[in-house]
């Protein structure tokens, strides 16, 4: 799983589970592997919670991922309004290349 990066509380948790289950979609794996994996991709904080879970609490990767979202939704990037990239402008003496990567930034 290397391209999946650990999750530590300080990214978004729903990117990390849509990467987690690419993934895992590609390596054709089930429920019950996905579930047993997921642990490996966490650390920190979201590694103690996890270890915290009661035991036998979560029987599926399906509602490990919903409890997993439902923890750490304060960590989930705010979407931005369009509003917000309208008034993102090319800087004068600024290349375009530069401002279309700080577009990019704004809008991802």
Same mark, same amino acid.
């Given at each position: ?38 642990? #490996? ?6 590694? /103690?919670? %996890? ?10 990767? &399906? ?22 990239? #309208? ?6 003496? /600024?290349? %375009? ?10 809008? &991802?």
């Amino acid at each position: 799983m290397s391209s999946v990066e650990l999750f530590d509380e300080t990214t978004d948790p729903y990117d990390h589970l849509d990467v987690y289950k690419a993934e895992m979609y590609v390596q054709d794996m089930d429920d019950a592997t996905c579930y047993r994996y997921f642990r #490996a991709t966490l650390k920190g904080i979201a590694q /103690k919670w %996890l270890n915290g879970l009661s035991s036998g609490s979560v029987t599926s990767f &399906f509602l490990q991922a919903e409890l997993f979202n439902a923890h750490f939704i304060a960590s989930k990037r705010e979407k931005k309004p369009s509003i917000h990239l #309208a008034k993102i402008r090319q800087q004068r003496g /600024k290349d %375009l290349k530069e401002y279309v990567r700080r577009f990019n930034h704004e809008a &991802f």
